[in-house]
């Protein structure tokens, strides 16, 4: 009982504290956010006459902005598009299966660009983490065939061998990697996880729809475990000026 009293008189005093600080003069009032700050003159709370304030509104977004740097040298140059950037996935969950031992499972999906400017977009992925189940069991990434056929997450090699197991990509389309050279050669994904840095997929110089392909493909482990296996991975459209 005697702690539970202490906390409470230390919340009394505490409220006490802080009733006794607000209840002084202040000179002044500033109201700000990341995209907003408004400035108000003196203000004293215990003045029992109301003021009129008159207020002006500032935008700091989307043209308006362009007034800031102006102020400090830049040069802006703009034009206003006729339609929307779009960048999508045709599939944005891929189930490959059921995960059983020496099973080869696959999967794919498309992105899509439409834009409207003749600007590059260079198109970036990233898995945030491995392969893995709940109980944190990852299935590793592919090399590939291994030997003088091993590939790593800057080059494709061939794929082909029924013993090399893992989970890798491939690309198809019109401007890739070109160690892409088939739809037999794969590459690891680069992970978050691991502190890798986003692979470059492609790159879109073009005001039409322009499309590619990826396609993943699972050879399962003889002793991998049983059961629901994810991984969360990140396609990314960057603009290229």
Not at 25 to 51: C, R, W, Y
Not at 108 to 114: C, H
Request: aromatic share 12%; glycine share 4%; with cysteine.
């Amino acid at each position: 009982m005697a702690k539970k009293f202490l906390n409470y008189l230390f919340i009394f005093i505490f409220l006490t504290t802080n009733y006794y600080l607000l209840t002084t003069t202040s000179h002044a009032l500033e109201l700000q956010s990341p995209q907003f700050k408004l400035d108000v003159g003196d203000m004293n709370i215990d003045s029992p006459t109301s003021k009129s304030v008159s207020l002006t509104a500032e935008s700091t977004l989307g043209k308006e902005a362009y007034a800031q740097f102006k102020e400090f040298g830049f040069s802006l140059i703009t034009s206003e598009p006729s339609e929307d950037f779009t960048f999508g996935l045709s599939q944005s969950n891929i189930n490959l299966g059921e995960i059983k031992g020496a099973k080869t499972l696959t999967g794919e999906t498309s992105f899509t660009i439409k834009s409207p400017n003749p600007h590059r977009f260079d198109i970036t992925m990233i898995q945030e983490y491995p392969l893995k189940n709940s109980s944190d069991k990852e299935i590793p990434p592919t090399s590939c065939n291994g030997a003088n056929q091993t590939c790593n997450k800057s080059f494709a090699k061939a794929w082909t061998s029924s013993s090399s197991f893992g989970l890798g990509y491939s690309l198809s389309g019109k401007d890739i990697p070109l160690d892409f050279i088939n739809s037999q050669y794969f590459r690891p994904l680069p992970s978050l996880e691991h502190n890798d840095l986003p692979v470059f997929l492609s790159s879109s110089q073009q005001k039409t729809n322009y499309q590619e392909k990826v396609s993943f493909k699972l050879k399962v482990p003889l002793d991998q475990p049983e059961g629901t296996y994810e991984s969360l991975i990140n396609f990314i459209a960057v603009p290229i000026y």
